[in-house]
């Protein structure tokens, strides 16, 4: 099981190198719109805010995926070179039906050399 890592604010983070790492490899998440019960919610998951990740056969982000809480709502695998093989932002967007109160969205991504990372959670209250 490869570790976890989890989101730092790369505003706190000296290293030029080390900025580069947390962000490319971190998941943002970005909810269109108002989540209303049983309707359609469109989620967009990007890698990476500044920096962007390579797309080469042996390091590339390999699956994104989208958690309610503890429960997986969906994931996306992605495949070496469909980004052309040019250092790119990941992106791909979920849409998902809430039935709760609220959403509580977690993200990952995982690269294929650098393993999970995860985004910060994002509360989003449902309109019933
Ligand atoms: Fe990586």
Same mark, same amino acid.
């Given at each position: =099981?490869?570790?976890? $890592? ?15 790492? %947390? ?5 943002? %998440?970005?909810?269109?719109? /108002?989540?209303?019960?049983?309707? =359609?919610?469109?989620? $967009?998951?990007? =890698? ?12 590339? !982000?390999?699956? %994104?995926?989208?958690? $309610?809480? /503890?429960?997986?709502?969906? =994931? +996306? ?7 052309? @093989? ?8 979920? $849409? %998902? ?6 959403? @509580?969205? !977690?993200?990952?991504?995982?690269? +294929?050399?650098?393993? !999970?990372? /995860?985004?910060?959670?994002?509360? !989003?209250?449902?309109?019933?």
């Amino acid at each position: =099981m490869p570790k976890i $890592n989890k989101y730092v604010d790369i505003d706190t983070v000296e290293r030029e190198a080390k900025k580069d790492l %947390i962000d490319r490899h971190s998941p943002f %998440i970005t909810v269109e719109g /108002e989540a209303k019960k049983g309707e =359609m919610l469109a989620v $967009n998951v990007k =890698m990476g805010k500044e920096y962007t990740h390579p797309d080469d056969l042996d390091h590339y !982000i390999e699956s %994104i995926t989208l958690f $309610n809480g /503890e429960t997986k709502l969906a =994931m +996306t695998t992605l495949v070496a070179g469909a980004l052309g @093989n040019a250092k790119s932002h990941s992106e791909v967007t979920f $849409n %998902i039906r809430p039935m709760g109160k609220k959403l @509580n969205l !977690i993200a990952h991504g995982y690269c +294929t050399k650098h393993g !999970i990372w /995860e985004s910060t959670p994002v509360e !989003i209250a449902v309109a019933q």
